[in-house]
């Protein structure tokens, strides 16, 4: 099989993973670009969202019962890892790694095992797309239906006077106190939102494989960091458009481009290894123009 034809046959099951990883992306970029504060929780409440749902949806729930679990204990992770970061003293990226690790233990609590099937159950894809499930395409349109929801929903939240708020303390904690803005309340909620976002791509997930696994979150922060800055350097981010639609674009295109890497016979296990470089390589040419002039 050449190459063409390895590529078309992954070409809309990377679509699927593309706008699935949307949400960590987005995840990533509000702690990263909003909020100026470096935080690892994405990784740990995207594991614990799939966790959530997978238990949940044993116990008998509706799906989309699940996936609302999901994102609520996905908002509690990100508050924790804020309030660890805000008043006990602990810089983000620790008080994130804290919370990550200690979530590993609590996923086997959550799911009585390191892993849950969900073989036997319906999921969002079986109710709005038959009992199969769908097909890749229509799994992908549905997925990117629920990406624009969030974007949607976001934006308009973004342009109330409390996500204005939030913006003006990411660009400026002394300012914003300054002007009366408890800073506090707002640093919880942007990690908050973005630890909601991380749970319901890997409830998504779940869903979607029909299994939830509590390693799902390996790698998870450094594809939604490749993913975010991939989309920056395709659209930009000088609007708060552009800010929000280039996770999305990233992702997409991030995972177009692990589908060529495999097609070209690149194995599985080397994916890490290419996005590692991709990310070192975007984050140091910068530098490295700056220093030749």
């Keep these: 099989m050449d190459f063409v034809d390895i590529y078309f046959n992954l070409f809309a099951v990377s679509l699927v993973q593309g706008a699935i ?23 740990g409440a995207f594991p614990f969202g799939a966790a959530i749902v997978a238990t949940v949806t044993v116990a008998g729930f509706d799906p989309v019962l699940s996936l609302s ?30 919370v990550l690790t200690m979530l590993f233990s609590i996923n086997i609590r959550v799911m009585g095992k390191p892993n849950t099937a969900l073989f036997d159950n319906d999921s969002i894809f079986t109710l709005a797309l ?4 769908g097909d890749p395409w229509t799994q992908f349109a549905l997925i990117l239906a629920l990406v ?27 300012m914003s106190r300054a002007q009366g803005i408890p800073t506090h309340c707002y640093i919880v909620a942007g990690i908050a939102m973005a630890g909601g976002f991380s749970a319901f791509g890997g409830a998504v997930m779940a869903q979607h494989q029909a299994y939830a696994d509590v390693n799902m979150g390996v790698g998870v922060l450094i594809v939604g960091l ?26 997409l295109a991030y995972f177009q481009v692990v589908a060529v890497a495999l097609a070209l016979g690149l194995k599985p296990s080397d994916l890490k ?14 530098i490295l123009m700056r220093a030749k002039r």
Excluded at 71 to 96: D, E, K, M, N, Q
């Design 148 to 174: 624009l929801v969030f974007l949607a929903v976001f934006y308009w939240f973004l342009n109330t006077e409390l996500g204005m708020a939030l913006r003006c303390v990411g660009a400026n904690q002394t």
């Design 69 to 98: 679990a999901a994102v609520l204990f996905g908002f509690v992770v990100g508050a924790a890892t804020a309030l660890i970061h805000l008043y006990l003293r602990v810089p983000s990226l620790l008080a994130g790694i804290i």
């Design 21 to 43: 990883f949307a949400f960590p992306a987005l995840a990533v970029m509000i702690p990263f670009r909003m909020l100026g504060l470096p935080d690892l929780t994405s990784e």
């Design 130 to 133: 038959g009992a199969e499930g």
């Design 273 to 286: 290894l290419l996005t590692g470089l991709f990310v070192l390589i975007t984050l140091a040419t910068p």
């Design 226 to 251: 490749a993913a975010t800055i991939l989309g920056e350097t395709l659209v930009g981010r000088g609007t708060l458009t552009r800010q929000l639609i280039a996770p999305v674009i990233g992702s």
